[in-house]
């Protein structure tokens, strides 16, 4: 298998098998109608997704949290190979699509410069799809960078979190 | 506040000291972080006894800072709509 870029950093990577054929699959991951279902962590929804999914396309989310709170991101693509490949990148928004920093919405994101998302759809046969996806950021960062500084972010968040709660009273 | 909780449980006495707040402050921002269930209050003879939720560290931490949780959590629900798109296309 051919990558556009080594690195040397061991990347965040998710993969999943599913239990479908590939095109279906591939469908879910680029269909607005699909994705608005799927994006975004557990217990939140996604009330935009306004994709325009082409080469040079440039696509908008916005996921809401179970606290109302509201992320937005974009995600631009590089390159599309149906129904096996897609080259984006992904970066926390505003609601025009505008980049912001992850900081802006308390989130430590460290993207890898020069380095893109990659999602890769295989066929393993028998109706089965593995889905990967290779994320822009070190496997490091995703998993522990550093217990005690992260303690600390966490701490302010929930702070923030806190402050959020009393608001919404 | 919660990160002397961290360090373990603390009467309400002990976590009043550190800050220039009467008690009666810092026991209202108490009751703010126990009804955002973060923080559980208990009786211990005539103290309050304060104790941090790990469940509520855990639930928040996992939202708020995991690109990677981003990504776990939407690939499970991506599954389920998958399944669902596979049932639709066998009965057409």
Known sequence: ?169 | MIERLSHGPASVHRLTEPFALSQQMISKHIACLVRARIVIKTKRGRESVCTLRPAAIKTVSDWAISYRRFWEESFDKLEGVVNEMKKLEVKK
């Open chain 1, 1 to 169: 298998m051919t990558k556009s870029r080594v690195n040397e950093t061991e990347r965040m990577t998710i993969t999943r098998v599913f239990d479908a054929p590939r095109e279906l699959v591939w469908k879910a991951w680029t269909d607005p109608k699909y994705v608005m279902q799927w994006w975004g962590p557990k217990g939140f929804t996604a009330p935009v997704c306004q994709m325009d999914f082409r080469v040079g396309g440039k696509s908008l989310f916005c996921m809401r949290a179970p606290d109302g709170q509201e992320f937005w991101n974009a995600i631009e693509y590089h390159e599309i190979v149906p129904p096996e490949k897609i080259v984006s990148s992904m970066y926390f928004a505003d609601s025009k699509g505008n980049k912001v920093e992850p900081a802006a919405y308390g989130i430590e994101h460290e993207a890898i410069d020069g380095a893109y998302d990659v999602t890769i759809f295989e066929d393993l046969g028998n109706g089965q799809t593995k889905l990967t996806f290779i994320g822009n950021e070190p496997m490091e960062s995703a998993k522990n960078s550093g217990q005690l500084e992260g303690w600390n972010q966490i701490l302010d968040k929930i702070a923030a979190v806190v402050a959020g709660l009393v608001q919404a009273k």
